[in-house]
T-cell receptor, first 114, second 118 residues
Framework: QKEVEQNSGPLSVPEGAIASLNCTYSDRVSQSFFWYRQYSGKSPELIMSIYSNGDKEDGRFTAQLNKASQYVSLLIRDSQPSDSATYLC??????????????FGKGTHLIIQP | ETGVTQTPRHLVMGMTNKKSLKCEQHLGHNAMYWYKQSAKKPLELMFVYNFKEQTENNSVPSRFSPECPNSSHLFLHLHTLQPEDSALYLC?????????????????FGEGSWLTVV
C-alpha cells in the first residue's frame, strides 16, 4: 500500500514565527512532490512543487526534500493569520500506467495565532 | 477562478436518484481526473482520463460512472448511491498525461461539488 503520511494537527504557530509542516512517503521511486493549501470549504490550490533533493524557496515558502529519508517538508516564514488552512502533501506514486494521479496525505491543519 | 469549472456546486440526492456532475476545463489540458474528499480521509483518486481515454479506475464502485467526451469535459454519472458516498467530489486537470515520473507535471483542481446522499 503506497502511502503519504502527515500529522493531522492542529499545529498552532504564533504570528510571525516559522511554521514547519512535515510529510513522509512510502514509495522510494517517487519523483514529484507537491504542497497544496486548502481553506475550509474550498478546493486545494498548489503552492509549491519540488523534484530534487534540497531546498526550493518561493517567497515566504520553502520546500525541502530528502529522498533518502523519504521526507518532504514545507516551511512558512513570517506566518500570517491568512496562512491558517489545511496543507496537503501530494506525491506522484508511479503506478506504471500512463496518466497517473497524485497520492495525497490527510493534511495538516495549521492555525496561525494573532 | 482556477480554469476548471464544476457544476453543480451542491447536490442533494436520494439513494434511488440518478444525477450527474459536470466538469469543464479552460486550460487546454489533456488529462482530467475525479477525486473524492471525505471528512478525515485523504483525497482519493477515482478516475484518470488522458486524451479522452480512461487510463485508471481506482477500484471505484460501478454506481459511479465517468464519461469524457473530449479533453475539455468530464462527467461523473451517479446512480443508486449510498449515504457514505456523501463527500466533496473534485475534478482536476493537468497539461499532459498525468503526473508521470520526472515529468514535473502537476494538476489543478476545480472548486468541487458537494454531494449529500439522503
Amino acid at each position: 500500500q503506497k502511502e503519504v503520511e502527515q500529522n493531522s494537527g492542529p499545529l498552532s504557530v504564533p504570528e510571525g514565527a516559522i511554521a514547519s509542516l512535515n510529510c513522509t512517503y512510502s514509495d522510494r521511486v517517487s519523483q514529484s512532490f507537491f504542497w497544496y493549501r486548502q481553506y475550509s470549504g474550498k478546493s486545494p490550490e498548489l503552492i509549491m512543487s519540488i523534484y530534487s533533493n534540497g531546498d526550493k524557496e518561493d517567497g515566504r515558502f520553502t520546500a525541502q526534500l530528502n529522498k533518502a529519508s523519504q521526507y518532504v517538508s514545507l516551511l512558512i516564514r513570517d506566518s500570517q493569520p491568512s496562512d491558517s488552512a489545511t496543507y496537503l502533501c501530494a506525491v506522484n506514486m508511479y503506478s506504471g500506467g500512463g496518466a497517473d494521479g497524485l497520492t495525497f496525505g490527510k493534511g495538516t491543519h495549521l492555525i496561525i495565532q494573532p | 477562478e482556477t480554469g476548471v469549472t464544476q457544476t453543480p456546486r451542491h447536490l442533494v440526492m436520494g439513494m434511488t436518484n440518478k444525477k450527474s456532475l459536470k466538469c469543464e476545463q479552460h486550460l487546454g489540458h489533456n488529462a482530467m481526473y475525479w477525486y473524492k474528499q471525505s471528512a478525515k480521509k485523504p483525497l482519493e483518486l477515482m478516475f484518470v482520463y488522458n486524451f479522452k481515454e480512461q487510463t485508471e479506475n481506482n477500484s471505484v464502485p460501478s454506481r459511479f460512472s465517468p464519461e469524457c467526451p473530449n479533453s475539455s469535459h468530464l462527467f461523473l454519472h451517479l446512480h443508486t448511491l449510498q449515504p457514505e458516498d456523501s463527500a466533496l467530489y473534485l475534478c482536476a486537470s493537468s497539461p499532459r498525461g498525468g503526473v508521470g515520473r520526472n515529468s514535473g507535471n502537476t494538476i489543478y483542481f476545480g472548486e468541487g461539488s458537494w454531494l449529500t446522499v439522503v
